[in-house]
């Protein structure tokens, strides 16, 4: 890994520009966070079952346990943000390593539903300081001509663990038979799926203590020295007087690591926190994690085999990651709001068709038969993705982590992140229910906030491709 001021010990020391690679790969670094939120979202997928016959869990109380680390990525989240600003946003990415390693262990090792509820809490924790601050330290270490594909390096290192985890899991089956069998020690397999999160967890712990801490951090902290090297090895231009304006943008340190940098006259916010909440919110109201959450299920609700729907779980999830490269070329050429545009469209066209047709589906024995549609359907899904997975999936974290100035960015995101955790829950929680009334309902719902999503980029979501961070109002 790279050698910087913060590993090499001593003085700090005076380097030459900045080098393409070497950024790359410290925001990879970085990412990894991102990685181990996918990975930790996607691996009870395996387990539940087995999970819910181990400890004899009732539906209402297994879909607690499995959602319970939804609600500690909104707790996570809400915290990380002021710990980034006092202690450093390497300082958290440890702590979220710690959080993960610690949630692979008690999941692993969990002997009862409510214990394993917990730990999955924790790891939740991890998952929510991961998705702060990565997103705000790509951003502060990175060029402005570059940031937009380093910034959508969080979502595709997302979507990568969550193909992963499932990669993962399926690799344990296959070798036990099931994953309530016996693996290595005599643990049931399902064990084995949660302590493999320990692996990427030291990775992530490990690494994160080989890259330089945020330059915009150092100017706050005054060690104006190690903040001129990295900003001259990162960053480039003109690092005096970048310094500079990092010292003019923070503002006085009164309030900093504090929610009263956010405070406002918009229902008490900033109007611009309020932008991204909406984008947050958003994101996840258009119903893509259930895609993903209940794919398996939903196909075999309209009529597909087991075999099939789990092949079209694996084939969306290949093509989340395939059009997440295309952001990533994409989002500094075209620029961030019309990409955002270009996905709300593409996902209320897609949304809709599906609306109309689990709307109109002929239901039989209780079960709604999409017959000669299926194809339509399936087509329609995907495209979905491919809308969300270009746009809206990587683009959200790249304006979350740049949109902001330097005096708000860490809190503001949190705060924004943590609604977008609360969304993930609510979407995820209420789609049993809808689904149970009609799925036409239910992607009707998604639609209608694919349309708004329209409007509320067009209305109030600016545009930031090659602004420096300084720049940011």
């Avoid at 990409?339 to 589906?361: E, K, N, P, S, W």
């Avoid at 359907?377 to 993705?385: E, M, Q, S």
């Avoid at 974290?397 to 740049?402: A, I, R, S």
């Avoid at 979407?427 to 239910?442: E, K, Q, R």
């Amino acid at each position: 890994m790279v050698a910087t001021p913060e590993n090499a010990g001593g003085s700090p020391t005076r380097v030459s520009g900045p080098n393409t690679a070497r950024t790359v790969l410290v925001a990879g670094t970085a990412a990894l966070g991102g990685f181990l939120f996918g990975y930790d979202t996607a691996v009870i997928n395996g387990a539940v079952g087995a999970v819910g016959k181990q400890f004899h869990a009732n539906p209402v109380v297994l879909g607690l346990a499995v959602s319970a680390a939804l609600v500690g990525s909104a707790i996570g989240a809400w915290f990380a943000g002021g710990l980034g600003d006092r202690y450093g946003r390497i300082r958290v990415m440890v702590i979220a390593a710690v959080l993960f390693a610690v949630s692979a262990l008690g999941s692993g090792f969990a002997f009862s539903i409510w214990d394993l509820a917990f730990w999955r809490l924790v790891g939740g924790l991890g998952v929510g300081a991961a998705s702060v601050i990565a997103p705000a330290y790509i951003a502060e270490i990175s060029p402005a001509r570059l940031r937009g594909r380093l910034g959508s390096l969080q979502q595709f290192a997302i979507v990568t663990g969550i193909f992963v985890a499932l990669l993962v899991d399926f690799a344990l089956v296959a070798f036990s038979g099931s994953a309530e069998a016996p693996l290595w020690f005599g643990l049931a397999t399902w064990r084995w799926m949660f302590l493999s999160l320990l692996v990427p967890a030291f990775a992530y712990g490990g690494l994160a203590l080989t890259i330089p801490e945020s330059p915009r951090y150092l100017v706050a902290k005054r060690d104006l020295h190690r903040a001129a090297d990295v900003l001259r090895r990162f960053v480039g231009g003109d690092v005096d007087e970048k310094i500079k304006e990092i010292v003019r943008t923070l503002g006085s340190a009164a309030g900093r690591g504090t929610f009263a940098t956010v405070r406002g006259p918009a229902l008490g916010l900033l109007p611009i926190v309020w932008v991204g909440i909406g984008l947050s919110v958003f994101q996840q109201f258009t119903g893509i994690n259930v895609i993903f959450y209940y794919s398996s299920v939903l196909w075999q609700a309209v009529g597909f085999t087991e075999q099939d729907s789990l092949a079209i779980t694996v084939i969306t999830s290949v093509t989340n990651i395939l059009t997440t490269i295309i952001a990533i070329a994409l989002v500094d050429r075209i620029g961030r709001r019309p990409l955002l545009l270009v996905g709300a469209i593409g996902q209320f066209v897609c949304l809709g068709t599906l609306a109309v047709l689990f709307g109109t589906a002929p239901v039989i024995n209780g079960t709604p038969t999409l017959g000669g549609a299926a194809p339509i359907a399936l087509i329609a899904a995907n495209l979905y993705v491919v809308f969300f997975g270009a746009t809206w999936g990587p683009v959200v974290w790249v304006l979350l982590g740049e949109m902001f100035n330097n005096r708000i960015r860490a809190m503001a995101l949190a705060l924004s992140a943590a609604a977008q955790w609360v969304a993930n829950f609510v979407i995820s929680t209420t789609f049993p229910s809808l689904a149970s009334v009609g799925l036409g309902l239910a992607y009707g719902i998604y639609t209608f906030f694919a349309f708004v999503s329209i409007l509320f980029v067009f209305k109030f979501v600016r545009e930031t491709k090659g602004r420096e961070l300084e720049d940011m109002v």
